[in-house]
Nanobody, 120 residues
Framework: QVQLVESGGGLVQAGGSLRLSCAAS????????MGWYRQAPGKQRELVAS???????NYADSVKGRFTISRDNAKNTVYLQMNSLKPEDTAVYYC??????????????WGRGTQVTVSS
């Protein structure tokens, strides 16, 4: 079995920073794309940032210049550094990854999510 476990969410004032982490555990052979999505109440889940195994990154326009995605491939971990947070960044943040199991195919996995709340 493979699990994605997020950590680092919480409550922060506008203008503050948080760093999210997501670690993949289990029978992981390799990981291709890893990314972060978020879902605010009453809204659809949206891509925040993604990173390929080749370190190419992609960001939602709303977070460009404020958020940075990074990876530690040796630890099967992806991070999201969030600076200059705004109340509209409030959402549940989910980790997502394309993971190849031992000797198998790639599958897409989701974490359970971590709440980020930005107060004004």
């Amino acid at each position: 079995q493979v699990q994605l476990v997020e950590s680092g969410g919480g409550l922060v004032q506008a203008g503050g920073s948080l760093r999210l982490s997501c670690a993949a555990s289990g029978f992981v052979f390799s990981i291709n794309a890893m990314g972060w999505y978020r879902q605010a109440p009453g809204k659809q889940r949206e891509l925040v940032a993604s990173s390929t195994s080749g370190s190419s990154t992609n960001y939602a326009d709303s977070v460009k210049g404020r958020f940075t995605i990074s990876r530690d491939n040796a630890k099967n971990t992806v991070y999201l550094q969030m600076n200059s947070l705004k109340p509209e960044d409030t959402a549940v943040y989910y980790c997502n990854a394309d993971i190849r199991l031992m000797g198998g195919s790639y599958y897409n996995y989701w974490g359970r999510g971590t709440q980020v709340t930005v107060s004004s």
